[in-house]
């Protein structure tokens, strides 16, 4: 737990810097490098005996969504990257039917999810950093994975006895469920607060209340589905990049639940207005 601590307490400001105060473009980077390392560590742990074409097939379409999202162009950019992707990773298997360098249909799914869909679905952190106010909008999937993550540890660390789910997260428990909802939750409320009292936005409370619930239930939902993938595959972590957190996408896990949840929630119900 200490080794876990000290990660976050190094990590965090230096996310809380990216995120509200360097421009647009400097999380994009970062974006890309998480997608990437993501990426690597999901065909790793999983891929079995991968091709290395294929891995660099997937490693490289995960860098360019989030640089078609820092350009406001991913509607155009995902579909042509799939595209390549998928038709590169396919005639891999074709070339290599039944041979060393066979490559499954199994294989090709996962590197399609690891090289397009897990970026999309992290790029949603750059879509919300392009709008207005997106120094705040961004925050808000950070706060509530984060967050929730923090609250369902340390409650279930300190009360928690019933088993959630014990065949796929054996250490969560319903009070860690619980805790991390309500913290979540909670998180998402203070900030609101907080940019209420800082700023001239108007704030809509209701709206941060859906947002809150909807995004710690999501986070402990992408939480859990790695974790599915992890007990499949006998895995403990996918990862050692960061101290007593596992790999990068241990870590970031939840936020590829939380962040086009919030995305589309601030599209659709908007919860920090302009005044």
Known sequence: MKTRIIAAVIFVPLIFIVLVFLPAYVLTGVVAIICAVSAYELLHAIGGKLNDRVRIYAVLSSIIIPIGAYFEMVGMVFPA??????????????????????????????????????PLMLSSLISLKLMPNGHLLVLLPI???????????????????????????????????VGGLAAGTFSIIVFGVVVLFTTMNIVVFWALLLYGILGSVLSQLGDLAFSVIKREFDIKDYGRLIPGHGGMLDRFDSMIFAAPAMYLLVLLIPAIIVR
């Open 143 to 177: 706060i509530s994975a984060f967050i929730t993550d923090a609250g369902g540890y340390f409650t279930g660390m300190f009360i928690g006895k019933k088993n959630a789910f014990p065949l796929v997260s054996p250490k969560k428990t319903v009070e860690g469920c």
């Open 81 to 118: 990257v799939l595209l390549v992707l998928m038709s590169l990773t396919f005639v891999e298997a074709i070339v290599g039917f039944q041979t060393v360098r066979r490559v499954t249909f199994a294989q090709v799914m996962t590197a399609i999810f690891a090289g397009a869909l897990i």
